[in-house]
């Protein structure tokens, strides 16, 4: 996911909400990085606009992209530092303070807003880290859009547009990586999925020599007759149901009762009587 429209709004609003109530009891350091946060997002979510307008003029060229620089230039943001801000989004929780400050007063941004406004928050600081941490050299910012939603029935109506979203990409993962392996003895890396290992290595460490790397590789600590894939079947696992009470708890009920069919002591109470587990 990337930063949209829509998300730059909820910053918006909920950094307006947040220093309208707060405003005249912070210091003035604070009010002046919340006012700095408010220009950097309303510029932000004017470029994302005028360059989503020029893609849909152009679908031939609905994709944007720029250099970190030529964003900022375009933006309007080249005379603010945004280094100062990010630390002060980070020391301060801001993210959590004005999000959960937003939530509270659900009525001014919309209480069924979705996303929420902490997440809206994380994905601006998240764009914001990677404008003032990188190089062009290093990284592009992309404007892309959304994936199509599926087609209607044919009923003569004009589909609607997909929506774009700003997306920050790292080129170049080698000096950031570098960095983090100068300030440690030794590297790591653990994985299931990091065969060819050179695929990873090089990229990330392209100075390294080949005595240099130890590389372990063990096959399944379960052999494969000790695996047992279960399927559960009719059960809503979607995004916005999937983080829900009813949803992992039915999801364990569901997973017990699966266990217990093939390996009837699976679960059991202290005195060793069995439990009684709902069935479906």
Request: proline share 8%.
């Amino acid at each position: 996911s990337g930063l949209t429209p829509s998300l730059t709004l909820l910053c918006l609003q909920s950094l307006s909400l947040y220093l309208e109530h707060w405003g005249t009891r912070l210091g003035g350091v604070s009010v002046r990085h919340l006012q700095t946060l408010l220009l950097v997002a309303k510029k932000t979510r004017q470029a994302v606009l005028k360059a989503e307008k020029q893609a849909k003029d152009t679908p031939s060229s609905a994709v944007s992209q720029w250099t970190v620089n030529s964003f900022l230039f375009a933006a309007g943001l080249e005379h603010i530092s945004l280094s100062p801000l990010v630390k002060f989004f980070e020391h301060t929780n801001l993210a959590m303070r004005v999000g959960g400050f937003a939530e509270y007063r659900g009525g001014a941004v919309g209480e069924a807003a979705q996303p929420s406004p902490r997440t809206a928050l994380r994905t601006f600081l998240s764009l914001l880290t990677c404008l003032c941490s990188a190089t062009d050299r290093e990284g592009r910012v992309f404007l892309l859009p959304e994936e199509p939603q599926p087609p209607q029935p044919a009923d003569g109506a004009a589909s609607e547009p997909s929506p774009f979203y700003l997306r920050f990409v790292l080129l170049d993962a080698s000096r950031t990586f570098e960095e983090v392996r100068g300030q440690v003895r030794s590297v790591v890396l653990i994985g299931g999925t990091l065969s060819p290992i050179s695929a990873i290595t090089l990229p990330l460490l392209p100075a390294l020599r080949a005595e240099q790397l130890l590389a372990l590789s063990v096959d399944h600590i379960l052999p494969p007759r000790q695996l047992l894939p279960l399927v559960v079947p009719d059960f809503d696992f979607s995004y916005g149901a999937r983080f829900a009470m009813h949803t992992t708890d039915g999801l364990f009920d569901r997973l017990a009762a699966l266990l217990c069919a093939v390996v009837p002591a699976a679960f059991g109470a202290a005195d060793g009587s069995r439990l009684d587990l709902p069935k479906g």
